[in-house]
């Protein structure tokens, strides 16, 4: 079993920062893909970046330049650093452990998943 918990939300105005954690907890950390999700209202969750465990990284192409998923395998905690933000990125955040290794840009090939963080950019 591993828990996630994103911290870092919080409201901030276009062209601003924040930056996401997300703290595991419970299986071997290091052994997983993480990932961050976002879902709008009235929208699906759509992928935003992942890490592998070699720390590999890959991007929503909406987020590309903008953002960077980075790890801490002694804390146990993954990053999102969310630079020039638009009001376009405001949703609610997740991030999530993939221990297959696969398809990380899946939302279906992920194993746990935080409750979510709230991120809103105001215009």
């Known amino acids: 079993q591993v828990q996630l918990v994103e911290s870092g939300g919080g409201l901030v105005q276009a062209g601003g920062s924040l930056r996401l954690s997300c703290a595991a907890s419970?299986?071997?950390?290091?052994?997983?893909?993480m990932g961050w999700f976002r879902q709008a209202p009235g929208k699906e969750r759509e992928f935003v970046a992942a890490?592998?465990?070699?720390?590999?990284?890959y991007y929503a192409d909406l987020v590309k330049g903008r953002f960077t998923i980075s790890r801490d395998n002694a804390k146990n905690t993954v990053y999102l650093q969310m630079n020039s933000l638009k009001p376009e990125d405001t949703a609610v955040y997740y991030c999530?452990?993939?221990?297959?290794?696969?398809?990380?840009?899946?939302?279906?090939?992920?194993?746990?998943w935080g409750q979510g963080t709230q991120v809103t950019v105001s215009s």
């Open positions: 419970g299986r071997t950390f290091r052994d997983s893909a």
């Open positions: 890490i592998s465990w070699g720390s590999s990284t």
């Open positions: 999530a452990a993939n221990f297959g290794g696969l398809g990380v840009t899946r939302s279906t090939t992920y194993d746990y």
